[in-house]
């Protein structure tokens, strides 16, 4: 029972080589105080440490510390990874390629919307609100001259084409008949000659 117990906590050591080099311990674990190169023995890493390959090291290295109160997210460490420490929720890193801080995100003003949201590394991003005409966008203004000369051009071909194959256009245009209530009666009566 003690042995299992023991075994559970102390690997012996893996890769050894028989010509007599000392044993190499696997990522995650270190080389055991007591161990010598005859008898190595592999310690796992504490839960604050790492090794991310393997070693002959009688220490495992450090995990960085991801400090709450510059707004890091306490972070899930891994015996066989470094840990990148990441902002919390919110947040961005202060400094593209050295995380040091976190900083809270931006809102934005009046008259803006927020075009992207931020993520741990890249601040949010506020974009003009376009008035309702679109006039603002000068994409939308460039689209919009084309379609609107086109049109038109549209338009001038057509009624040159009715006055050709039409040339009394007048004939084309139906005019209302007047109504009997705007007219007088007239009676004719008949005279009678003897």
Same mark, same amino acid.
């Given at each position: 029972?003690?042995?299992?117990?023991?075994?559970?906590?102390?690997?012996? /050591?893996?890769?050894?080589? =028989?010509?007599?080099?000392?044993?190499?311990?696997?990522?995650?674990?270190?080389?055991?105080?007591?161990?010598? /190169?005859? %008898?190595?023995? /592999?310690?796992?890493?504490?839960?604050?440490?790492?090794?991310?390959?393997?070693?002959?090291?009688? =220490?495992?290295? &450090?995990?960085?510390?991801?400090?709450?109160?510059?707004?890091?997210?306490?972070?899930?460490?891994?015996?066989?990874?470094?840990?990148?420490? =990441?902002?919390?929720?919110?947040?961005?890193?202060? %400094?593209?390629?050295?995380?040091?801080? /976190?900083?809270?995100?931006?809102?934005?003003?009046?008259?803006?919307? &927020?075009?992207?949201?931020?993520?741990?590394?890249?601040?949010?991003?506020? %974009?003009?609100?376009?008035?309702?005409?679109?006039?603002?966008?000068?994409?939308?203004?460039?689209?919009?001259?084309?379609?609107?000369?086109?049109?038109?051009?549209?338009?001038?071909?057509?009624?040159?084409?009715?006055?050709?194959?039409?040339?009394?256009?007048?004939?084309?245009?139906?005019?209302?008949?007047?109504? &009997?209530?705007?007219?007088?009666?007239?009676?004719?009566?008949?005279?009678?000659?003897?």
């Amino acid at each position: 029972m003690l042995i299992i117990l023991v075994m559970v906590y102390v690997t012996l /050591c893996e890769g050894c080589v =028989r010509n007599g080099s000392c044993c190499w311990c696997p990522p995650g674990f270190r080389v055991g105080e007591q161990a010598t /190169c005859e %008898d190595s023995q /592999c310690t796992p890493c504490k839960s604050d440490e790492y090794m991310t390959s393997y070693n002959r090291l009688s =220490r495992c290295m &450090l995990q960085p510390y991801c400090d709450p109160n510059v707004n890091f997210a306490t972070p899930e460490h891994s015996p066989i990874r470094k840990t990148i420490c =990441r902002c919390k929720e919110g947040f961005y890193c202060s %400094d593209e390629h050295v995380c040091l801080t /976190c900083v809270s995100h931006s809102s934005c003003a009046e008259g803006f919307f &927020l075009g992207f949201s931020g993520n741990h590394t890249h601040d949010a991003r506020c %974009d003009p609100i376009p008035d309702r005409l679109g006039f603002s966008n000068p994409f939308l203004l460039l689209c919009g001259i084309p379609i609107v000369a086109a049109i038109v051009v549209m338009l001038v071909i057509f009624t040159k084409k009715v006055r050709i194959e039409y040339p009394d256009v007048s004939s084309m245009i139906v005019f209302p008949k007047p109504s &009997l209530r705007h007219t007088q009666e007239i009676y004719i009566t008949p005279s009678v000659t003897e």
